[in-house]
């Protein structure tokens, strides 16, 4: 028994040494820096908000970095979707929370299975269903955002206010 303890133990040292215990970034990836960042609404923590970092001087650059907020307000960013930390440097915080009504169609009537009364009923839902922007769409769009975060070697963390809760209507809507 002690001796299947200690190989375990031996692994578990070992482990991060080779490898194996998670995926290796990419070779050309920039050192990635921990990065959280915390949305808050008139000092109120906002669960379930968008954060993505934009590259201020590079729109095009290709380690896309950001997450979603937890119930305390705090993204733990990713970079990649997967990859813990964000790389250094000077970036725009884009914000946003969209919610979507439930129409009564979706909550009352399946999906059909016929295609044509499927449409139908898509078209139905499309028109009854609504999203809307629970925080200023400005911080939605990086030429418009006025937060900004330098991320630096070592921890990173900041805070922002996104001001009140807003409840604008988002008319670009896309439909599936």
């Known amino acids: 028994m002690k001796r299947v303890a200690l190989l375990f133990a031996l692994s578990l ?45 590079d729109l095009n650059y290709k380690w896309l970095a950001g997450g979603r907020t937890d119930a305390n307000g705090v993204c733990v960013v990713k970079t990649m979707g997967k990859y813990n930390g964000a790389p250094e440097g000077d970036f725009q915080v884009v914000v946003y929370k969209t919610v979507r009504t439930e129409s009564e169609t979706r909550k009352n009537v399946p999906e059909p299975q016929n ?5 139908e ?14 925080i200023d769409p400005k911080y939605k769009k990086y030429d418009q955002t006025d937060l ?7 921890k990173n963390a900041v805070e922002f206010d996104v001001g009140p809760k807003v ?6 809507m896309l439909t599936k």
């Open 13 to 57: 040292f070992l482990a991060p040494l080779c490898g194996c215990m998670g995926e290796k970034t990419p070779p050309d990836m920039p050192k990635l820096q921990p990065t959280t960042v915390t949305i808050k609404q008139e000092g109120t923590p906002v669960a379930d908000a968008n954060v993505q970092l934009v590259k201020k001087d």
């Open 115 to 119: 295609p044509a009364e499927a449409a």
């Open 121 to 134: 009923w898509i078209k139905k839902v499309a028109e009854e269903e609504q999203e809307f922007e629970e």
């Open 148 to 154: 900004t975060i330098t991320v630096v070697s070592g």
């Open 167 to 172: 409840h604008v209507e988002n008319k670009q």
